[in-house]
């Protein structure tokens, strides 16, 4: 039996309460399960877990509809779900729990479909000197900024078959904040005690300059060419793979699927029932 300290005791005691009345039910989490193919990689145990943690970050966080998009309970539970699937196994028993890693955000936005930006981008024209700029109109999947809301759409995140090129915007924005949790985006998000900061670094960028060497010279990236624009979106995309995608992750960048395995503490090529979370040292294992 592991003994917890007093405080940590009765933070359970409290959350357990909380969940009583708070849980996501029976029927809406069935229907998850039926549509989430993600789910399929975790066990009963481990669905009950996703289940609790679904169920805390539904509690805690505020998921706000805008642009005429309909947001039902069942759906805020399968967006809670997904984002418990991405911090499921992070938590460091005495140092803090998986919910610690949302901590930089509180609010998630739910566009019905791709939307203009909430900034306004500005091109200079020409180097006037009148100092005109031509206001640019991008359409974007989702967006988030460091201590801002997390943006998505959900014609984009509603439940899918899973493809050999995802397009997963949750897990993106999700992982984006992840990175921004140390006060930087730069594609290196604060590592576990347990990893090596340098071997990180050198593995991601080998990856990057390799895949921005394929996209320069026309050949095919294997991967999204957007994770070629800078290492905060290399990181994100790869992210999308892991979870959506780990065999072509692997495939193509091994060393990147082993890091990201390190830091997610999971294992999603193991297979149906067999994502086995990960802690301390590692085993060798849009559109």
């Known amino acids: 039996m592991t003994w917890l300290p007093l405080s940590a005791r009765a933070n359970r005691r409290l959350l357990t309460r909380r969940l009583r009345k708070r849980h996501i039910p029976a029927p809406t989490w069935f229907d998850i399960e039926q549509r989430d193919p993600l789910l399929a990689r ?7 877990k996703l289940r609790i943690l679904a169920s805390e970050i539904l509690w805690r966080k505020t998921f706000s509809p805008v642009r005429g998009m309909i947001l039902t309970e069942a759906i805020k539970a399968y967006l809670a779900t997904r984002i418990a699937i991405v911090i499921y196994a992070l938590e460091t028993p005495g140092r803090s729990t ?6 930089n955000w509180r609010e998630l936005i ?12 500005i091109t200079p024209i020409g180097g006037n000197p009148l100092g005109l700029v031509l ?14 809301p997390l943006v998505i ?9 899973l493809r050999q090129i995802p397009c997963q915007v949750l897990i993106h924005e999700l992982a984006h904040k992840l990175d921004m949790l140390d006060g930087s985006s730069n594609g290196h998000p604060p590592l576990h005690a347990s990893m090596d900061q340098q071997l990180w670094h050198d593995t991601f960028q080998a990856a990057y300059i390799h895949l921005n060497r394929r996209v320069k010279m ?3 990236p294997g991967l999204n060419p957007y994770a070629a624009t800078n290492p905060a979106e290399f990181f994100a995309v790869c992210s999308e793979y892991f979870f959506a995608s780990p065999g072509r992750l ?3 960048y091994p060393q990147v699927y082993k890091q990201l395995s390190l830091f997610y503490r999971q294992q999603p090529l193991a297979g149906i029932g067999g994502n086995k979370s990960l802690k301390g040292t590692y085993a060798e294992s849009c559109e």
């Open 250 to 252: 692997h495939a193509i």
């Open 98 to 103: 998986a919910l610690d890693w949302l901590r």
């Open 135 to 148: 206001h640019t109109d991008p359409v974007e999947q989702g967006e988030t900024s460091y201590q801002g």
């Open 218 to 220: 026309g050949r095919k």
């Open 153 to 161: 759409n959900w014609q984009d995140a509603r439940p899918h078959a």
């Open 110 to 121: 739910v566009y019905p479909s791709a939307f203009s930006p909430h900034r306004q981008p």
């Open 42 to 48: 975790f066990g009963h145990r481990e669905r009950l």
